[in-house]
């Protein structure tokens, strides 16, 4: 069964903390993803990677890094937490036909 | 830009009927669209994609249907059953980039015993 798996289900940050979210896939994907969830905006790409050492920006890179040392790793960085990435975050790898497997969530809220 | 809408936020619909979700998309003709599933606090998980040149996909009670003259996607869910109750995300897929998924923000359904 493939399986994408985030670190952490939930956690609970300060304002101005640095945040770690790691995920990790088991089916040899070249292309992973870090999406943000928010109730009425939908699913909103923050950074893509299509390598190992390499990214793209999505839609809202902003306030947030990431780093892709090894092919089944990709890890988002909140380098100083802000409130309003108080969120669901939701990491995914594709498959060569495309479509996205998805991991289980990390909701974060940041105080 | 590129955007993708669906129908209704929430659907409410009465056990063994049809539920019948709605996604249409402007500017950009897409690759593909692909359908998901995504149960509260949960990922989305795969469902169905169909292809530009496709115009209809089934698997078992789901069905899809895609028409680039309308810019839409139908889903369907025969025989509707509680158990599927979920929120359903569409997602548009464009030829350049792997990176450009748009996703609409979903339609929420319920199926009433």
């Known amino acids: 069964d493939v399986k994408v798996t985030q670190s952490s289900r939930y956690l609970v940050k300060r304002t101005g903390e640095k945040v770690f979210l790691e995920c990790v896939q088991d089916?040899?994907?070249?292309?992973m993803f870090w999406y943000r969830q928010d109730p009425g905006l939908g699913l909103r790409l923050i950074y893509f990677s299509y390598d190992v050492k390499m990214k793209e920006k999505g839609d809202i890179p902003e306030g947030y890094s990431v780093s892709r040392e090894k092919k089944e790793r990709f890890s988002l960085i909140l380098e100083s937490a802000s409130t309003n990435q108080t969120s669901m975050y939701l990491c995914?790898?594709?498959?060569?036909?495309?479509?996205?497997?998805f991991g289980e969530g990390s909701r974060l809220t940041v105080l | 830009s590129q955007k993708i809408e669906q129908n209704s936020e929430a659907l409410n619909i009465q056990e063994g009927k049809t539920a019948t979700l709605t996604c249409n998309y402007t500017n950009y003709s897409p690759a593909y669209l692909q359908w998901y599933r995504q149960d509260p606090g949960r990922g989305p998980v795969f469902l169905l994609l169909?292809?530009?040149?496709?115009k209809e996909k089934r698997k078992e009670r789901l069905k899809v249907t895609f028409d680039t003259t309308l810019k839409q996607s139908l889903f369907h869910i025969t025989a509707s059953q509680p158990a599927d109750s979920a929120t359903y995300l569409c997602?548009?897929?464009?030829?350049?980039?792997?990176?450009?998924?748009?996703f609409g923000s979903g339609t929420r359904l319920s199926i009433r015993p």
């Open positions: 089916m040899d994907h070249e292309n």
């Open positions: 169909i292809r530009e040149n496709e």
């Open positions: 997602a548009l897929v464009r030829y350049s980039s792997a990176s450009k998924i748009i």
């Open positions: 995914a790898s594709s498959s060569a036909t495309g479509e996205l497997f």
